[in-house]
């Protein structure tokens, strides 16, 4: 992806090398990015994933393209991720996903990283469509996808279902 700048925000590509130094420590990752790390950064859960995106990126590298890492360029610090993949059951569709650290949540990042994203994503070639899918309590995801501008299309085992 390109380096996509908002007010707040700088969103650059999460590279399979930045991906192995963030399952190594902070340092290795803040080394390599040239940016200072949130200290929640990456979650658990997600350094628990790296490592197979390390591999599927190896694999497919130009899925690498629509992952990225949310900066908040004041403080020129990593606060989250982002990133796209393609929808399972749509090759029209890129499914979006995203988190940002404790710290940085409740100031409208997310809203403004997802509202620069769904712009990004639309206008990939082949793309028409943007999805998302949150649990059916997660009222601050819900806010961010309505403010980017999708609506709920579908919900099914406490998951709503979200289209561009």
């Not at 082949?126 to 995801?141: L, Q, T, V």
């Not at 309505?146 to 979200?162: D, P, V």
Request: with cysteine.
């Amino acid at each position: 992806m390109p380096t996509i700048k908002t007010d707040r925000l700088t969103l650059i590509t999460f590279t399979a090398d930045m991906m192995k130094a963030a399952i190594s420590n902070k340092g290795d990752l803040e080394k390599i990015s040239t940016y200072r790390v949130a200290d929640e950064y990456p979650s658990e859960v997600y350094k628990e994933i790296l490592p197979y995106k390390v591999q599927r990126f190896s694999q497919y590298p130009d899925e690498n393209d629509w992952e990225g890492i949310i900066i908040h360029t004041e403080d020129h610090t990593i606060m989250g991720d982002m990133g796209f993949r393609r929808s399972t059951e749509d090759p029209k569709e890129l499914e979006l996903g995203y988190s940002i650290v404790p710290r940085y949540q409740g100031h409208g990042y997310a809203t403004e990283m997802a509202k620069a994203m769904v712009k990004w994503g639309l206008k990939q070639p082949g793309i028409e469509r943007i999805i998302a899918g949150c649990d059916n309590d997660n009222f601050a995801s819900i806010r961010v996808l309505e403010k980017a501008g999708l609506k709920r299309f579908e919900e099914k085992e406490n998951k709503i279902h979200w289209s561009s």
